[in-house]
């Protein structure tokens, strides 16, 4: 993690710029960018030529967003257990090469519905792998404050791309068909390989085992499930891409055959949505300072709404476009939104994971929308489509009345480190346990009720941070001693239980010792669970047994 810097440097939101390694990282990721959208409007106008049904069409945009749904949160523990720029160079290959593929299967004219959608699905299984990892890295790049203005400086930068991007790959594909829309994007992964391949960031040593993936993946779904605030974007993500994704999904049918256009026609309307989200990348930072989250939230469903609306009733291409200006801010606004709110409540050793479910949920609802839409449109057109999915966002928004947003506050998630291992009387392997630990607390009693409240906050953090069993006790003979009690698995779970605490965490540690009464800190007990059956392996002593 970077060292944070003078105040006066965070509040520029070009801030992050002036960090080396993320100018570079932005450049190039513009110039792949670039390469995808055109790609983007590679498949999706040639699958208007060779497809049979409007499903197929929608299919398209569906196969861009599933494997993020189904391969995120794998991504995600990679990103958190292994080194975030050589999984990303793994991934970056991969998509050179599947597009590399793409393009001569297209060029000997080898392409099918079915196989550009396979095609489709693999580059973006490449981009499930990476994002993650690419998201992750922000902190890696920047110090946490800014990581807010990174995020939306990424969002800008995307859609730098987006509001030029796909009129150019309207041009190269009515000028020179898909092919070369699929060379341009697979000549556009090299710069970002060359720039990832020159940087050496800085990689803290690793003192524990490595989790295997399948606990990593447990780890990311637990702390997830214990952070309500987290739980809230997810939902809030979901309905979003679920409602929202049907404009994108269903903007080729529109182009063709509802104001009766081309590729290029395409390709601006791409362009207008592009425009408008730069637009919302500017001013969301502002609008964070002005507005609530679940205000800002709202308003960007009512006027996606606005935009699906407008789509569905025009036969001009301009309106359309004009709409989509507004569809472009209100995606943008919403998902950095949901994007920094998710970084700036997760410490960094589970970033990566956190950030992937929220992927899962967000594009897995726009994968499901692109389904539905589509079917929708392949029944009644994609006017009525629209018209339910604008429907669908109003009731999105309406969610906020149950489940609103948490306003963003700044929490200190950097390590605590104030954990140092115990000096032990017996010869623990880091697989030893099951470990049992029981705190004893003094508490008068007109504490207690104090007392109880926070300790349900600790609760929630030991279990969050993987503490099993976690329970609070009181003695019956003695009224005023209360024992806090957990398991973990191993002795190496411990640690790196105690390890994962942050400096926001301590603030409830301190408040807890502040109520305790005794004359002692209070008093922790650690042991390891020992079976009676005869033939159970034992810990042996690491001195002489005391009598």
């Known amino acids: 993690m970077i060292d944070d810097e003078p105040e006066s440097e965070r509040v520029s939101a070009l801030a992050p710029f002036r960090h080396g390694i993320f100018r570079a990282v932005w450049s190039a990721s513009l110039v792949s960018n670039f390469g995808g959208l055109i790609q983007g409007v590679g498949a999706a106008w040639m699958m208007t030529t060779i497809a049979t049904s409007s499903y197929q069409v929608a299919l398209v945009q569906a196969s861009t967003t599933l494997p993020?749904?189904?391969?995120?949160?794998?991504?995600?523990?990679?990103?958190?257990?292994?080194?975030?720029?050589?999984?990303?160079?793994?991934?970056?290959?991969?998509?050179?090469?599947?597009?590399?593929?793409?393009?001569?299967?297209?060029?000997?004219?080898?392409?099918?519905?079915?196989?550009l959608l396979a095609f489709t699905f693999l580059i973006d299984s490449g981009t499930a792998l990476n994002s993650p990892?690419?998201?992750?890295?922000?902190?890696?790049?920047?110090?946490?404050?800014?990581?807010?203005?990174?995020?939306?400086?990424?969002?800008?930068?995307?859609?730098?791309?987006?509001?030029?991007?796909?009129?150019?790959?309207?041009?190269?594909?009515?000028a020179?068909?898909?092919?070369?829309?699929?060379?341009?994007?697979?000549?556009?992964?090299?710069?970002?390989?060359?720039?990832?391949?020159?940087?050496?960031?800085?990689?803290?040593?690793?003192?524990?085992?490595?989790?295997?993936?399948?606990?990593?993946?447990?780890?990311?779904?637990?702390?997830?499930?214990?952070?309500?605030?987290?739980?809230?974007?997810?939902?809030?993500?979901?309905?979003?891409?679920?409602?929202?994704?049907?404009?994108?999904?269903?903007?080729?049918?529109?182009?063709?055959?509802?104001?009766?256009?081309?590729?290029?026609?395409?390709?601006?309307?791409?362009?207008?949505?592009?425009?408008?989200?730069?637009?919302?990348?500017?001013?969301?930072?502002?609008?964070?300072?002005?507005?609530?989250?679940?205000?800002?939230?709202?308003?960007?469903?009512?006027?996606?709404?606005?935009?699906?609306?407008?789509?569905?009733?025009?036969?001009?291409?301009?309106?359309?476009?004009?709409?989509?200006?507004?569809?472009?801010?209100?995606?943008?606004?919403?998902?950095?939104?949901?994007?920094?709110t998710v970084q700036m409540s997760t410490p960094r050793w589970v970033v990566g994971r956190v950030l992937s479910i929220y992927q899962t949920a967000t594009f897995g609802g726009i994968a499901l929308g692109s389904w539905i839409w589509g079917v929708v449109a392949d029944a009644h057109g994609a006017e009525t489509?629209?018209?339910?999915?604008?429907?669908?966002?109003?009731?999105?928004?309406a969610i906020g009345f149950i489940l609103p947003l948490p306003q963003q506050t700044a929490l200190n998630l950097d390590p605590l480190n104030r954990f140092k291992e115990p000096m032990l009387g017996l010869d623990l392997k880091p697989r030893s346990g099951p470990i049992a630990i029981m705190i004893e607390y003094i508490i008068r009693e007109d504490d207690v009720p104090q007392f109880l409240a926070t300790m349900a906050e600790r609760g929630r953090i030991r279990r969050r941070d993987g503490a099993r069993n976690w329970t609070l006790a009181r003695d019956l003979e003695n009224p005023s001693v209360w024992i806090e009690h957990?398991?973990?698995?191993?002795?190496?779970?411990?640690?790196?239980?105690?390890?994962?605490?942050?400096?926001?965490?301590?603030?409830?540690?301190?408040?807890?010792?502040?109520?305790?009464?005794?004359?002692?800190?209070?008093?922790?007990?650690?042991?390891?669970?020992?079976?009676t059956t005869a033939g159970t392996a034992l810990v042996s002593p690491k001195g002489p047994i005391e009598h």
């Not at 793994?90 to 090469?97: E, G, N, R």
């Not at 110090?143 to 400086?153: I, Q």
């Not at 592009?274 to 964070?288: E, T």
């Not at 957990?486 to 965490?505: F, K, M, Q, S």
């Open 68 to 115: 993020i749904m189904l391969f995120a949160l794998i991504a995600g523990a990679i990103a958190d257990s292994f080194n975030r720029r050589k999984v990303m160079l793994v991934a970056q290959s991969f998509m050179l090469v599947v597009s590399a593929l793409l393009t001569v299967f297209t060029w000997f004219g080898w392409m099918t519905p079915w196989t």
């Open 133 to 174: 990892s690419w998201q992750a890295s922000v902190g890696d790049m920047v110090p946490r404050a800014k990581v807010p203005a990174a995020v939306a400086l990424n969002s800008m930068g995307f859609n730098i791309t987006r509001s030029v991007g796909p009129a150019i790959g309207g041009v190269i594909v009515a």
């Open 176 to 340: 020179a068909g898909a092919a070369a829309a699929f060379a341009a994007n697979a000549i556009s992964y090299i710069g970002l390989i060359v720039v990832l391949f020159r940087w050496k960031p800085e990689v803290p040593a690793q003192t524990l085992p490595r989790e295997s993936l399948g606990a990593a993946m447990g780890a990311g779904l637990r702390y997830v499930a214990m952070s309500p605030n987290i739980a809230k974007v997810l939902v809030r993500g979901l309905a979003f891409g679920f409602s929202a994704g049907a404009v994108l999904a269903l903007l080729p049918l529109v182009a063709r055959d509802v104001v009766k256009g081309d590729a290029l026609t395409y390709g601006i309307m791409l362009g207008a949505f592009g425009i408008g989200a730069v637009g919302g990348a500017l001013i969301s930072v502002r609008l964070r300072q002005l507005l609530s989250s679940e205000t800002m939230v709202r308003a960007a469903f009512a006027g996606f709404a606005l935009c699906a609306l407008n789509a569905a009733v025009s036969h001009n291409a301009w309106q359309t476009s004009a709409g989509l200006l507004v569809g472009g801010a209100c995606w943008v606004i919403a998902l950095s939104h949901f994007n920094v």
């Open 385 to 397: 489509a629209l018209m339910a999915a604008a429907i669908a966002m109003l009731a999105g928004g």
């Open 486 to 531: 957990y398991h973990t698995p191993t002795w190496v779970e411990y640690i790196r239980h105690n390890r994962r605490a942050t400096h926001a965490d301590a603030v409830v540690g301190e408040r807890i010792r502040a109520l305790h009464s005794g004359e002692n800190p209070p008093r922790v007990r650690r042991m390891i669970e020992r079976p």
